[in-house]
C-alpha cells in the first residue's frame, strides 16, 4: 500500500485506521471480517440462571432458619465490648441486667451495636469509669452520636422501668 499524497509505502495502523507515517495523512479505515459470536443456546442461558438462581436462594434460606434474638445479638457486642476495653465484670453483669429489663419490643428497629454500645457507656459512667463515646463507638464500627442519640431514650426507657 501507498499514500497517495507522498507515495511513501510505510503506512502503518493507528486507531483502526491506515496512517502514513511519512506525512501523517490517514489513508483510509482498516476493514476487519465480521467477527461471528458464538451462538449460545437460549434454553442453556435460562437453566445455569435457574441453577444459580438456586443456590442463592438456597443459601438464604440457611440464613433464615438461623434467626437470632435481638436480645441474643445485644448481649454479644456487649460481651464483646467488656473484653476488647478490659472493664470490670460487675459492668458486664449489670449491662446484661438491664437489658434483661428492657422490653423487646423497646428497641425493635434499633441496631443491635448501637444500643449495647450505648448501654455499656450508661454502665461504665454510672460506675465513674473513663470510657468515652469514641472508644466505645470505634470498637462497634458505630457514630458516637448514634450513641448519643440511644443515651437520651434509654435513660428514659430507665426511669420507666424504676
Known amino acids: 500500500m501507498e499514500c497517495p499524497y507522498c507515495g511513501s509505502s510505510r503506512i502503518i495502523i493507528s486507531n483502526g485506521e491506515y496512517v502514513c507515517a511519512e506525512c501523517g495523512s490517514v489513508v483510509g479505515p482498516v476493514l476487519y471480517a465480521p467477527l461471528q459470536k458464538a451462538q ?8 445455569s440462571l435457574k441453577i444459580l438462581l438456586f443456590k ?10 438461623i434467626k437470632i434474638n435481638l436480645k441474643e ?20 453483669a449489670e449491662a446484661i ?7 423487646k419490643r423497646r428497641i425493635q428497629g434499633k441496631n443491635p451495636r448501637v444500643v449495647a454500645a ?3 457507656y450508661l454502665i ?11 472508644l466505645v463507638a470505634k470498637r462497634l464500627g458505630i ?17 420507666e422501668l424504676r
Open 73 to 92: 445479638k445485644i448481649k454479644k457486642y456487649i460481651e464483646e465490648l467488656h473484653k476488647d476495653l478490659g472493664a470490670p465484670g460487675y459492668v458486664l
Open 143 to 159: 457514630s458516637k452520636l448514634s450513641i448519643r442519640d440511644t443515651a437520651t431514650y434509654l435513660r428514659k426507657l430507665c426511669k
Open 97 to 103: 441486667a438491664v437489658l434483661d429489663l428492657i422490653n
Open 56 to 65: 442463592l436462594n438456597e443459601e438464604t434460606i440457611k440464613d433464615a432458619n
Open 118 to 120: 450505648t448501654i455499656f
Open 40 to 47: 449460545i443456546d437460549v434454553r442453556i442461558k435460562r437453566i
Open 124 to 134: 461504665a459512667n454510672k460506675h465513674g469509669l473513663s470510657y468515652d463515646k469514641d
